[in-house]
């Protein structure tokens, strides 16, 4: 058994939570998706998400960034596609009924193994996601001295952060909900989260 220092994963830590706080597209179709439809789903969502970040972590420590370039069209792909569902979910957003409510989850019911999905391809097609694991990770962490329990810890990291930071943006999110009641207010909220998630699907799409 060998793992990282404790030192090594807290630089790790600190650096990927810096970079996780940072508004983004994902930050951006975390908070309109909530402001949208409460928490219902946002769990697999951010799940997705999460799971991306590990994805690109392996990548990563398996020094696979030359696979990610030659698969770039696949890239592309997942890409296109996570951004093609964020704006199928900005649509739904937009046009969703405005009556006075006390802001419960809609009653149709989003897929969760999609949204799932979703927030994978928001990840994986996310340029600053793919830059800190393929190009700032290798100068936080010597990657030779990576064995399983090193990778494991990496993982674990990753997803506790992500965790803390996703976390406390839908609470954020559900706060801010939670003080709209009114007709006028919930329309106003539901198109505004529409343009935030249509905008987080144009800005991945285009990068």
């Known amino acids: 058994m060998s793992g990282l220092s404790i030192s090594g994963l807290a630089i790790f830590a600190l650096a990927l939570a810096v970079a996780a706080f940072a508004p983004g597209p994902g930050i951006a179709a975390i908070v309109g998706r909530v402001l949208g439809r409460g928490r ?25 960034a030359v696979l990610a370039e030659t698969f770039h069209e696949v890239f592309a792909l997942v890409k296109y596609a996570g951004a093609a569902y964020l704006l199928y979910l900005a649509v739904k957003m937009w046009t969703a009924p405005a009556a006075a409510r006390s802001l419960e989850p809609v009653a149709t019911r989003e897929s969760r193994s ?45 997803l506790s952060v992500l965790a803390l930071v996703f976390g406390f ?23 505004g989260s529409g343009v935030i998630m249509a905008g987080a699907a144009v800005a991945i799409a285009s990068r």
């Open 114 to 158: 999609k949204l799932f999905l979703a927030g994978l391809a928001v990840t994986m097609g996310n340029p600053k996601t793919m830059v800190f694991y393929l190009a700032l990770l290798p100068n936080l962490v010597d990657l030779g001295r990576v064995d399983a329990l090193a990778y494991a810890e990496l993982a674990v990291v990753t």
């Open 40 to 64: 219902d789903g946002a769990v697999a969502f951010v799940t997705g998400m999460a799971v991306g970040d590990v994805v690109w972590l392996s990548l990563a420590v398996l020094g696979l």
């Open 169 to 191: 943006y839908i609470v954020l999110a559900l706060r801010a909900r939670a003080l709209i009641t009114s007709p006028r207010a919930v329309r106003l909220v539901n198109r």
